[in-house]
């Protein structure tokens, strides 16, 4: 089984709709992020946390929240999608923040 | 920007030659890593440098890190088909935050 798994793996959904990414991980870390990538752009950090009361603003928070549900357990929220929204969706877990970060499969959302 | 930024955009290679990517980056840094990525799936780590080290080997992947010029170089030897992915550069700037670039698209030819 994967050790960082998200769902769902692929959604549609219309602008104005709350939707909820969600991620798991078995390694035991602590610190987990979520991701969007665009094309052209890479990776940009959109929330990340130490721990389950440690929750922290990345470089592209705005119309993102989180919620870090157990130490295992990281959602992403958007809480009324906008077209420019739609991306892919990563999740990654480390033991250290200068450490290796393991990534989930992505999360493909495209916002009508 | 705290971007890594990778060079060239995209590579073509016949199989079995070397790949080179580079990566430059801006602000002062605590290591940097290379991740690859098949299309659409996620990130594998592929190496970790720290500050203090100028090159590290791990299999076929050489990596070199020259911090007086704040620049990596990411090389593939002998490549191979299943070698085709994006590569991306992840300098840990010292607030301990990972700022990924936009990727190097590697395409090895059979």
């Known amino acids: 089984d994967a050790d960082v798994t998200q769902t769902p793996r692929n959604r549609i959904t219309k602008t104005g709709k709350r939707i909820m990414l969600e991620c798991s991980q078995t390694?035991?870390?602590?610190?987990m992020y979520w991701y969007r990538q665009d094309p052209g752009l890479g990776l940009r950090l959109i929330y990340y946390?130490?721990?389950?009361?440690?929750?922290n603003k990345g470089e592209i928070s705005d119309g993102y929240s989180v919620s870090r549900q157990a130490q295992a357990k990281f959602s992403l929220s958007l809480e009324s999608a906008i077209p420019n929204q739609t991306a892919l969706y990563f999740c990654?877990?480390?033991?250290?923040?200068?450490?290796?970060?393991?990534f989930g499969p992505g999360t493909r959302l495209l916002v009508l | 920007s705290q971007q890594g930024e990778e060079d060239p955009q995209a590579l073509s290679i016949q199989e079995g030659e070397n790949a080179t990517m580079n990566c430059s980056y801006k602000t002062s840094i605590n290591n940097l890593q290379w991740y690859r990525q098949n299309s659409g799936r996620g990130l594998v780590h592929l190496i970790l440098i720290r500050s203090n080290e100028r090159e590290k080997h791990s299999g076929r992947l050489r990596v070199t890190l020259d911090t007086s010029k704040k620049s990596s170089s990411l090389l593939i030897t002998a490549s191979r088909a299943a070698d085709t992915a994006s590569y991306f550069c992840?300098?840990?700037?010292?607030?301990?935050?990972?700022?990924f670039g936009t990727g190097t698209s590697l395409t090895v030819i059979p």
């Open positions: 992840a300098p840990l700037n010292t607030g301990n935050q990972f700022y």
């Open positions: 946390s130490f721990d389950v009361k440690d929750i």
């Open positions: 990654a877990t480390s033991p250290d923040s200068r450490e290796t970060q393991y």
């Open positions: 390694k035991g870390h602590d610190r």
